[in-house]
């Protein structure tokens, strides 16, 4: 029972850091951006949730869209202002940009927001399932906050999906990654779709950013580690696509949950950059083997 | 005579500090086919990047139907009726044979009636990307991925039409077809300017042709003239003549 339940917690954990994957995957994917400040949008969005509730008194979930489109305009005028002067450098120009760019916001956070922990409490908090009071036999907790962020998580990554499969401008995204020159000569503006792409990734990362809100800590200085989940991610599952991403983070969370039980919680991002390395030496195509395309 | 479609004038382009193209001008009338010929490296794709926009060039003008388009951006092109069909088909991979086509419309609107009824017409007249409509592109054999890069362009409803290389690495019985379906597509109003590495097929297709020679033009003239000139046979189709002989 004990494993059954360390494996539902992997799972919830694991559709929260899909949500948090997501956008990062895509900005990657279809920029070949490695966007640094991903985890410090997820950062800012938490924020956003946090202070949307303790002082307008806004509930984090609903305040998702809201996070969502804040931090799609910042990204978008990030990427169309700044981003896009260096877009045809080679990768690391790029990273060294957004490297500067994530010092620059994680310290204007310490800043304004100090390095306090934080965490949205909500009031009453949502309690726990007991599942066993439904189906005697099986003797697990569900924490209704994770599940509820882990679902919300999960419909974020599937509008994503529904963006890019069903929508004119998604199919535009995913004509800009494949190919550039030919979806120029079809009339695309790429700087545009750049800087929607580049937006749409910093929405996803606001989103998940208040998604997390009532769950994680929130600090400046948990940026890099969300990052670095967003990055364990992409490898696990492949980069720059949705299954994949999916596929990554419940992967993570799953793997995480039973490394904290083994080894620690204070082990558990040791356990995924270890994984992250042993993935790059033996299979570095991502666990699903294919090259994605959103 | 009426006013061309599209007259280039005097263009001079390249890349960066290489120039390609020495005060090239060429023009295509309206309803017309007219094939531009010349060796590898003669320029050809770079006058053809040039007339879509993703070149500027240094000087010489691109005008469509008088309107000057040079140095619009290929955005403001294509939306003038411009589309460049690049050399190797370049789909979409990933993306299924009908949202490569809905592609060749973005600009247009993918809903719209016009563009669905325009969507329905391609897929007639190329039947095998009807019955590989929801495939993904890049399973198709190449002849019927130049069927697409070619249904991708007329999406955008151009008044002329660009092909580069319509030709290259294809099945000679392939090539019949889709010459022919290039006529019928012309007869129904559509300019086109094709470039075309296999002269035999260019002079046959077309009813005027320009010869391309390391960034100048060297001769234009009617297919027909062209193909009887003894510097055209002897510099291009001198090969084949042996062969057939």
């Not at chain 1, 994917?29 to 806004?58: D, E, K, P, Q, R």
């Not at chain 2, 590898?40 to 993703?54: D, E, Q």
């Not at chain 2, 016009?114 to 993904?136: G, I, K, M, N, Y």
Request: aromatic share 8%; charged share 15%.
């Amino acid at each position: 029972m004990l494993a059954l339940q360390i494996l539902v917690n992997g799972i919830l954990l694991g559709g929260i850091y899909a949500s948090i994957a997501g956008g990062f995957s895509l900005v990657w994917g279809v920029l070949n951006v490695i966007n640094i400040l991903h985890g410090s949008f997820v950062v800012l969005g938490a924020y956003m949730a946090f202070f949307a509730y303790t002082l307008l008194g806004i509930h984090p979930y609903l305040f998702v869209p809201i996070a969502a489109l804040l931090l799609f305009a910042i990204g978008l005028a990030v990427q169309y202002a700044i981003v896009n002067r260096v877009i045809d450098a080679p990768v690391l120009v790029s990273l060294t940009l957004t490297f500067g760019l994530t010092l620059f916001l994680d310290n204007v956070m310490l800043n304004a927001f100090k390095a306090d922990f934080r965490k949205v409490n909500l009031r009453p908090p949502l309690g726990i399932i007991d599942v066993s009071d439904y189906l005697p036999a099986i003797d697990i907790i569900v924490p209704v906050d994770r599940l509820a962020s882990m679902a919300f998580a999960i419909l974020l990554v599937a509008l994503l999906y529904w963006l890019l499969r069903r929508t004119s401008i998604g199919r535009a995204i995913v004509a800009v990654r494949m190919d550039r020159y030919a979806a120029s000569l079809m009339g695309v503006d790429t700087r545009i779709i750049f800087a929607v792409t580049f937006g749409i990734g910093a929405a996803m990362a606001g989103a998940a950013g208040a998604l997390l809100s009532p769950i994680f800590p929130i600090s400046p200085l948990a940026s890099t580690a969300y990052l670095g989940k967003a990055f364990v991610i992409c490898i696990l599952g492949g980069l720059g696509s949705v299954t994949g991403v999916l596929v990554g983070g419940v992967a993570l969370g799953v793997l995480e949950s039973f490394g904290a039980y083994i080894f620690g919680p204070e082990h558990s991002l040791t356990l995924s950059f270890t994984l992250l390395i042993l993935l790059l030496i033996f299979r570095p195509t991502g666990l699903l083997g294919k090259r994605g395309f959103i | 005579m009426s006013q061309p479609l599209l007259s280039v004038e005097t263009i001079n382009a390249g890349y960066g500090l290489v120039s390609v193209l020495h005060d090239v001008s060429i023009s295509v009338m309206p309803g017309e086919i007219v094939c531009l010929i010349g060796s590898n490296g003669a320029g050809k794709t770079t006058l053809l990047r040039t007339i879509s926009g993703v070149l500027t060039p240094a000087s010489g003008s691109v005008r469509l139907d008088g309107a000057d388009l040079t140095g619009a951006g290929t955005k403001a092109i294509v939306r003038a009726g411009i589309v460049h069909v690049p050399e190797g088909r370049r789909l979409f991979a990933g993306l299924s044979v009908r949202e490569n086509l809905l592609m060749g419309a973005y600009l247009r609107g993918a809903g719209t009636p016009e563009v669905r009824r325009d969507l329905d017409r391609v897929l007639a007249t190329f039947p095998r990307l009807a019955e590989r409509a929801s495939q993904d592109a890049s399973t198709l054999s190449g002849g019927e991925q130049q069927m697409c890069a070619i249904g991708r362009g007329l999406m955008a409803a151009p008044r002329l039409l660009m092909i580069d290389e319509l030709s290259l690495g294809l099945a000679p019985k392939v090539v019949d077809e889709l010459v022919e379906t290039l006529a019928a597509i012309n007869k129904s109003g559509t300019a086109i300017l094709v470039v075309e590495q296999d002269v035999a097929t260019a002079l046959a297709l077309a009813q005027r042709g320009f010869v391309l020679d390391t960034g100048r033009i060297v001769a234009s003239d009617s297919t027909r003239a062209l193909a009887e000139s003894p510097e055209i046979q002897k510099a291009y189709l001198g090969a084949e003549l042996e062969l057939a002989g």
